[in-house]
């Protein structure tokens, strides 16, 4: 009897060791105030507020670039032969070394038309090229008008004859042929770089050739024309640049 009492009495401080250790674990577990389980629940509540932010507004994506190909518009050319072109209201002399022989006027400019008021003594002259960043093309010329200041970009016809002085289009068959460009010349206003020189000759005149030798420069077009006549009766002359308006 004895014995069984000693059995039970070791087995019963066996478990109150067990009990106290087990609530110590408990305790430490739960943190010093045992707030385990609402430190978990407000964690797990946050987590869910995030994922439901995340669902409702959907990453944040950068609007996607659109692409000349799908908006159809086109990349702005390269400006080329425009860079010649004068400005309307330019007014540009010329002289034959001992004065003004020519006056050209630029009356107007539309689209990629540009029209000219000529005067050379007392005959006045209509010009107007088409002048785009390809080509430079005399399409309508009017000589001995009364008045060449009228603006008739609005009306005129273009010419089926028309001379292409210059052309940068491959295999583009031109009137005038080009001599050289990026050249570097002076006239008598000033110093002008990137030249283009194109020439045209014609059997205009009965057993002779006549040579003509033009020079354009960026921003003001044309600044020198020489010609020349061959045969018996030659002879040759050049106008230049003098004084510039705008």
Not at 9 to 18: P, Q, R
Not at 43 to 56: G, L, P
Request: glycine share 8%.
């Amino acid at each position: 009897m004895l014995q069984k009492f000693k059995v039970l009495l070791i087995t019963t401080c066996l478990g109150l060791i067990f009990a106290g250790c087990s609530k110590t674990e408990d305790r430490e577990v739960g943190g010093p105030n045992g707030n385990q389980s609402e430190n978990t629940s407000e964690v797990k509540e946050s987590a869910d507020m995030n994922e439901e932010e995340q669902n409702n507004n959907g990453p944040t994506e950068e609007p996607p670039t659109e692409s000349t190909e799908e908006t159809g518009v086109e990349e702005e050319k390269e400006p080329g032969l425009t860079i010649y072109r004068p400005e309307v209201g330019t007014i540009k002399k010329f002289t034959d070394g001992e004065e003004i022989v020519l006056t050209e006027e630029v009356i107007a400019i539309k689209d990629e038309y540009v029209q000219f008021s000529l005067t050379l003594g007392a005959n006045q002259t209509i010009q107007i090229y088409k002048w785009t960043a390809d080509e430079l093309t005399l399409v309508y010329e009017e000589v001995a008008v009364e008045d060449s200041s009228i603006n008739i970009l609005d009306s005129f016809s273009t010419e089926s004859k028309q001379e292409i002085l210059l052309s940068t289009i491959d295999n583009q068959v031109t009137t005038w042929e080009l001599v050289e460009n990026g050249v570097e010349l002076e006239v008598n206003y000033g110093k002008f770089e990137n030249v283009y020189v194109i020439q045209k000759i014609t059997d205009e005149v009965e057993n002779a050739d006549t040579i003509y030798t033009r020079y354009y420069a960026p921003g003001i077009g044309l600044i020198k024309e020489h010609v020349e006549l061959t045969g018996e009766y030659g002879y040759s002359g050049e106008t230049e640049l003098a004084t510039v308006e705008n």
